[in-house]
């Protein structure tokens, strides 16, 4: 069974950063892309940034400039560096992987938590 195992939040005060890991459990074949979301209260979930399997990436405005992601095909893992962090950054971050071929199927993390003092 595949599950996506996250790591790495916590709390920070503004300014400071953060790095989350997202890595896969289980035996995969081939993993596409990879991204992160976050969902804070009261609000939808909303993407953070995304990964293709060839390095292309995609950020949402909020996150260009501050935030990297990055991946390890061989470790089948991506990652969000986040600094310069915001409390407009408080969320629970989920991290979402499209596994599988011919016919992909999405997974997402359990969550971890990011709160940004001020």
């Known amino acids: 069974q595949v599950q996506l195992v996250e790591s790495g939040g916590g709390l920070v005060q503004a300014g400071g950063s953060l790095r989350l890991s997202c890595a896969v459990s289980?035996?995969?074949?081939?993993?596409?892309?990879m991204g992160w979301y976050r969902q804070a209260p009261g609000k939808q979930r909303e993407l953070v940034a995304a990964?293709?399997?060839?390095?292309?990436?995609n950020y949402a405005d909020s996150a260009k400039d501050r935030f990297l992601i990055s991946r390890d095909n061989a470790r089948n893992t991506v990652y969000l560096q986040m600094n310069s962090l915001k409390p407009e950054d408080t969320a629970v971050y989920y991290c979402?992987?499209?596994?599988?071929?011919?016919?992909?199927?999405?997974?997402w993390g359990q969550g971890t938590q990011v709160t940004v003092s001020s």
């Open positions: 990964i293709t399997r060839g390095g292309n990436t």
């Open positions: 289980g035996s995969v074949f081939s993993v596409n892309a």
């Open positions: 979402n992987m499209v596994i599988g071929a011919p016919v992909p199927s999405i997974y």
